[in-house]
């Protein structure tokens, strides 16, 4: 999360995530699932802009827009304004939680597609509690923002953490965070259309037998993409290749490029693969492109 004071308003870039572990240990009883996943934050980023109003606000003075960075496909879902929007969600959750009568102008300029497994509303969660929390001078501690991030989605705590790389367990709300020197390079893809996390988990099975992180950890500490690359994992991609025929499509144009291992991201329906530079990153980006995919960004990790 990279914050900036620009004239009256604090500027936050906040950064997509891709999952490079992913196991589904159990169901709970609260209907969520019990996880292990391993999650790196790159630089793809939604910039947002927090400005105060100062004039004191009725609970519902909250002023935001948001638009893309990228032209949306007629079937894409449009980019909620108002009560869906998390980050609305998060300004509400705050008010109540402090009492603080303040209100605040936020905008959002959206370059982490929807609906891809790459973080980009869960990232946006967390910049606003960040960016209020300085903003309305709230003083609440990191645990009592984590406490917060965690009634707002599974993957929010991850983004308060300033690592950028950690090992992620319970719903993903309960992080390890972890560190390596390295840059690895990716390229990522998405096909028109998004996935419902919550449809994704439902056609889930809990692993029979359960795969471990720590190959892809030690490797991944060394700097041997290489070999960290042959254990991507994700145990909710069949799930999700089930839903969705455009993710198979995609998966076999990843079988073609020169990378050093593929996999989705998170619940779908993006798609990355691990490149050994940045130039073989632009190429594979390149014959992507060329092939029609309409979303093809590459992105280099933060840690
Ligand atoms: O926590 P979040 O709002 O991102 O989760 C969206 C949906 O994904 C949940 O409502 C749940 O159906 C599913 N989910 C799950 N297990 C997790 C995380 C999410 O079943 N660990």
């Given amino acids: 999360m990279l914050f900036q004071q620009h004239e009256q308003s604090l500027l936050v870039h906040a950064p997509a995530k891709l999952n490079l572990f992913l196991e589904v240990l159990?169901?709970?009883a609260d209907g969520y699932h019990e996880l292990e996943t391993l999650m790196i934050a790159v630089d793809l980023y939604d910039t947002l802009s927090f400005t105060e109003i100062t004039t004191e606000a009725p609970d519902d003075a909250i002023d935001f827009h948001g638009a893309f960075a990228f032209r949306q496909p007629e079937s894409g879902l449009p980019l909620p304004q108002e009560a869906d929007n998390l980050i609305v969600k998060t300004v509400q959750l705050l008010k109540r939680e402090t009492g603080c009568r303040r209100g605040v102008k936020i905008r959002l300029f959206k370059r982490i597609p929807l609906a891809s497994g790459l973080g980009g509303g869960s990232s946006d969660a967390a910049a606003t509690l960040m960016a209020l929390n300085r903003l309305w001078r709230l003083d609440l501690t990191d645990e009592e923002l984590h406490r917060l991030a965690a009634q707002l989605g599974s993957d929010v705590n991850f983004f308060l953490a300033p690592s950028g790389f950690a090992?992620?367990?319970?719903?993903?709300?309960?992080?390890?965070?972890?560190?390596f020197q390295h840059h690895f390079h990716f390229v990522i893809a998405r096909m028109h259309e998004g996935l419902s996390t919550a449809q994704v988990f439902a056609q889930c099975k809990p692993a029979a037998i359960v795969h471990s992180a720590m190959p892809l950890i030690e490797n991944l500490q060394r700097g041997d993409a290489a070999s960290a690359s042959q254990s991507l994992y994700n145990a909710l991609q069949p799930p999700a290749e089930g839903l969705?025929?455009?993710?198979r499509e995609l998966k076999a144009k990843f079988n073609e490029l020169?990378?050093?291992?593929?996999?989705?991201s998170g619940s779908g329906a993006a798609y990355y693969g691990w490149c050994a530079n940045r130039k073989l990153?632009?190429?594979?980006?390149?014959r992507l492109r060329s092939r029609g995919v309409p979303f093809v960004v590459t992105v280099q990790s933060r840690c």
Avoid: D, F, T
Avoid at 258 to 264: A, K
Avoid at 281 to 286: I, L, P, S
């Fill in 258 to 264: 020169p990378v050093l291992g593929h996999s989705m």
């Fill in 26 to 28: 159990g169901r709970r």
């Fill in 167 to 179: 090992l992620c367990r319970g719903r993903g709300e309960s992080i390890q965070p972890l560190s």
């Fill in 281 to 286: 990153a632009q190429a594979a980006a390149a």
């Fill in 244 to 247: 969705k025929s455009e993710l």
